[in-house]
């Protein structure tokens, strides 16, 4: 039999692979007979977050399969509705489906939609099984049977080092590579209500896996500006951190590369390990989501929150030249306004980096059937966003969205030069109030907001961030607005001085 073509839609960024996606190419290539009977291509949407077009697009290939793997940000429905077309216009072709925006999609909606099989979890095993068994239809002349099945993947790979690697099998464009995300394990032994990582196990990639994706990546991509280390916490395995660590840190020095390590800050770091992430090009990544206790309880995170606040402090001790980054979900299960406020003022005064995501549900999570259970509110879109929870009203919860993109204002506004941001952090000190932070914050970003020069280029900031809810605090503003900011700094806090 002639090979045959099977396509993947490809979506995420254009042009570039998801990182799940090059994983699975590089494994059914590599998997007999499936590898040698079907040649797998990738099919990047024309327009970002949109499947318009893309039935066209598949069924002009003629392919004999095709997996639609839906971005976590991208649209079920749409998704469903680009198969349904495609069945119209190729009824013999087998379709399927994964990804976490479609882990809802029931076996009645996949047959209205013309989808053969749904895919839960990690695609690589099951993919291979599928396309093994529409290649032995395709050879005895079988036609689809028209009922769909759900096929799970279970543990997923027991080793990964098992997988080929996209990178090291040139499923990048190296020369255009920007940004590499880079697996050093898959899957995570935190149960977080909300997140679906947790669905399968840790398992991590050895050292040498990791440093010879890393080695060829820096080797061989001259606009690559950062690298993401993607698993749920960098320092759990201390072993394979003290050794990637040592190993990374001299190159991305000596080429000026960004690493982004992330960790949960549920674990006191050991002082050595921090010591080598004391580096300009280390961005460390603290997932604190929040510090009332009741919530990491009802998130399924440890609840000792005094715990975490310490280990923040320490690793931003520890290493003092990394960039250090918090970063809070708003909405979650049981935060009120005052226990949402007290997370975001204690991180507020820490200084660092600010990163405040809105939560969503993802298809299939804990958190999801909550919401379906309790009849709660969220967007009927991707990605899902929570309207309301158990504790926050829809009103209250859209208050406290637009009261912390003021907040964000006004710490972009500070952090425009390092004389204003002395002076923020120095007169929040001097407050006798709740929340000193966070009042001072409101207090100027209305002041900016009302002023002849600065209104403008705030509300082009606001206007900017509209719906995106991880702003970095320090961005936004050039510095060229610095002396016009804190001059307007200086009038407010002269009428507070008043006020007081």
Known sequence: MAQKTFIIVATGDLKKPPINIAYTKAYLDHCAPVGRRLK???????????????AEQVARLDPAAVLFHSHIEWSAADCLRACARLRRRRPGLYILLSGEPVNKVSLADAARHGVDYLIRGEAELPAAKILKRVLADLTAGRPR?????????????????????????????MAALKSAQVIVARGCDNKCLYCSINQSSLRYHSFGRIKAELAYILENAPALREILLTVSDIYADRPLARRLLAWLRPRAERDGIKICLCTNGGRAIPPALLKLSDSPCFDIRIGVQSLAPGVLRAIRRRADAEGLKRNILRIRAGAPRATVGLELIRGLPGDTEKSYRDTLEWCAASGLELFVNHLFTIAG?????????RGLRRETGCPYYVLN???????????????????????????????????FYAAAARLRRPHPHLFLALALARWLLKGALTARTCRD???????????????GFSRRNAAEFHAAFRQLARALAREA
Not at 153 to 172: C, K
Not at 397 to 415: C, D, I, N
């Open 461 to 475: 900031y606001l206007k900017s961030h509209a719906g995106k809810d991880n702003i970095l605090s320090s961005a």
């Open 145 to 173: 049977s028209g009922k769909p099945e759900i096929h799970y993947a279970g543990r997923g790979v027991s080793d990964p080092d098992t997988l080929p690697s996209p990178y090291l099998n040139g499923y990048f464009d």
């Open 40 to 54: 797998t291509s990738l099919l990047f949407p024309r327009r970002q977050g949109s499947f318009a077009g893309v």
């Open 389 to 423: 929870s158990d504790a926050l009203s829809a009103p209250r919860l859209a208050a406290l969205t637009r009261e912390t993109r003021l907040v964000f204002l006004a710490l972009s506004a500070a952090r425009t030069s390092p004389a204003f941001t002395r002076d």
């Open 365 to 373: 999570t804990e958190l999801d059937r909550l919401y379906d259970e």
